[in-house]
């Protein structure tokens, strides 16, 4: 089993040594924080079973100087353990914690009182009763509370055992996304190794060889080394602390707050947010500056408040990988005070027209669950979403296949494509459809299906078309462009090097009518031929296959000038994915589906 707890409480009382008894670790890292017996960064140390259980546990500061380092600690969790001195009891800094533990919806919480050697059982009574009073009011709940004292070791066995048998029983977390994510809370360098990277990671594995995407930056990395509670592994497991070096990775690229995760995760790096409030903080003016804190990293923010408080929009001081649905906190400047919680709802700008129907969706959406949450968003913001069998349809939404619809975005959508086709000088493929009218290319699919059954629309071997419509044949001009366009072949035709009277508009049609193929800076070739590359590249190829571009130089006999766009054109046409300087391949060579 995996698992990872994190501490909370008051300074000094007791949190690190209390990790030491059940570890046989003292999680403390830098020199000052063992000189001045406080803990200032985040620690942590490994409690192992004999039933080969991994629990991770990191300590973190109980200061309230060092708040943000604490919350840095929180958004990997499966477990809270909670500690309370005997001697002095409930503290202020023990309520600040449990509001934030509170405002992240942790609810897997174990409390330790420790120091129960210094009190006697009246005393003992007395702080257990404080506690419940305050989980009570704070959380709505009451946690299982153990009796310890580190230094002479009573009930320390007991809480481990309780800790071991409590994590046995929780259930899978969601995960923020599909696929492995890790926010990154150290980083440093180790010679003969390179740039190393420690975090909690959620979701999947990660293993050796894997490549992940580096949020902010988008740059792609790949995974060298991969260590967990100070042992080598090939793979990583989830709900467990993890270090990983990269090859060609530098220190200075990569700091604490940055997010690893798969090149397509759905996490994105804003400087713009909206965010649904939590009920029961009181934030300080409408218009305020606060700062915001989100996985392992926290900056400035403007924030504006929204629907009668409900919602907060913030401008960032510089972006954040967050992913959609995760919460964030909200603290007052300085970083020492909490001042509101939510979870973020819209990432990254946001048009002007779109904000009321957004705004009036989410007032009237506080208690949705995420997945119920996000599909009204996107209805609110796009017109459409993907059905959901595990969800009952949204009112007033128009059922296509696999879609659902606004009847707005459908009637626009509609007129959109129809104007379209009737200024199309050859019948359109769905994938050109969908490219002019800005629309899913499956959502068209459905759209043109449906309006052939209502005879508007028609399809025949060129694409679509309205009914009726019909394309006669090449004029002169065009002839004549098309045999300089293969005469060119897989060198070809410059739009700049011929440039003359009416060319755009009858380059223009024969695209339309499939007979070239646009490579990008208004370079042109002719279908057969481009069939013909692709061939050469692909029919040796098989899916996750990476090709470099002195590979495609090699199979194709083209320079590096002509290769390029050709590769961008690969690219947009779903052939390859951009993976650094080399392409993944994607699909497999079949000469019917080429173009």
């Not at 404080?130 to 809480?159: Q, Y």
Request: charged content about 25%; overall charge neutral; some cysteine.
């Amino acid at each position: 089993m995996y698992a990872v707890i994190g501490t909370a409480g008051h300074v000094d009382h007791g949190k690190s040594a209390l990790i030491q008894a059940l570890t046989g670790v003292h999680p403390s890292h830098l020199p000052q924080e063992l000189m001045r017996g406080m803990t200032i960064d985040l620690g942590f140390a490994c409690l192992r079973s004999s039933d080969d259980d991994e629990i991770g546990i990191i300590d973190v500061p109980g200061h309230e100087r060092f708040l943000r380092n604490m919350l840095n600690a929180l958004w990997g969790l499966d477990m809270v353990l909670f500690v309370v001195a005997a001697d002095e009891g409930w503290s202020p800094l023990s309520q600040e914690h449990l509001r934030v533990i509170g405002a992240l919806g942790l609810r897997q919480i174990v409390v330790a009182v420790t120091k129960c050697d210094l009190v006697d059982d009246t005393r003992m009574g007395q702080v257990e009763e404080e506690i419940l009073e305050h989980f009570l009011a704070e959380c709505d709940m009451l946690p299982d509370i153990w009796r310890v004292s580190a230094k002479t070791g009573e009930g320390v066995d007991a809480l481990r055992q309780g800790l071991l048998a409590r994590v046995r029983s929780l259930s899978v977390p969601r995960p923020l996304t599909e696929g492995p994510h890790l926010y990154i809370d150290r980083v440093f360098s180790v010679n003969g190794v390179g740039t190393t990277v420690t975090g909690t990671l959620r979701g999947d594995t990660i293993d050796v060889g894997d490549v992940l995407r580096l949020f902010p930056g988008n740059q792609l990395v790949k995974v060298k080394l991969i260590q967990s509670y100070h042992l080598a592994r090939e793979r990583a497991q989830p709900c467990s602390r993890v270090a990983m070096s990269f090859r060609q990775l530098k220190k200075e690229a990569v700091a604490r707050g940055d997010c690893l995760a798969k090149p397509d995760a759905d996490i994105t790096a804003s400087r713009e947010w909206l965010v649904q409030l939590r009920p029961g903080f009181c934030m300080p003016k409408k218009q305020c500056q606060l700062e915001v804190a989100v996985g392992t990293s926290h900056t400035q923010a403007r924030c504006y408040l929204l629907g009668e408080g409900h919602l907060a929009r913030l401008q960032l001081l510089k972006s954040l990988p967050v992913f959609w649905g995760q919460n964030v906190l909200l603290m007052m400047p300085g970083g020492h005070r909490m001042a509101g919680a939510g979870r973020v709802v819209w990432r990254g700008p946001l048009k002007r027209e779109q904000r009321p129907r957004l705004i009036e969706t989410l007032l009237a959406a506080q208690e949705v669950d995420l997945p119920q949450l996000r599909c009204r968003v996107q209805l609110a913001v796009d017109g459409y979403v993907r059905a959901s069998d595990e969800m009952i349809t949204p009112p007033e939404c128009h059922v296509l296949a696999g879609w659902w619809l606004t009847e707005h975005y459908r009637q626009h959508g509609l007129s959109n494509l129809n104007h379209i086709l009737q200024q199309a000088t050859s019948a359109l493929t769905v994938e050109e459809l969908a490219t002019r009218g800005n629309m899913p290319v499956e959502l068209v699919g459905e759209l043109v299906g449906e309006q052939c059954k209502e005879r508007e629309w028609q399809t025949t071997a060129e694409g679509v078309s309205l009914v009726g419509a019909s394309f006669g044949r090449l004029n002169h001009e065009q002839q004549t462009l098309l045999d300089e366009i293969n005469t060119a072949g897989k060198l070809c035709f410059s739009a700049v090097q011929h440039e003359r009277p009416h060319l755009t508009q009858q380059l223009k049609a024969l695209t339309e009518k499939k007979y070239i193929v646009p490579m990008g800076d208004k370079l042109f070739i002719a279908r057969e031929c481009y069939q013909t590359l692709l061939e050469d590249i692909f029919r040796a190829s098989h899916p996750g296959e990476l090709l470099s571009i002195a590979d495609v130089r090699q199979r194709t006999g083209l320079a590096r000038k002509q290769v390029i766009p050709l590769l961008n054109r690969m690219e947009r046409d779903g052939w390859v994915r951009r993976e650094g300087d080399l392409r993944r391949v994607k699909k497999y060579w079949r000469a019917e589906s080429a173009v």
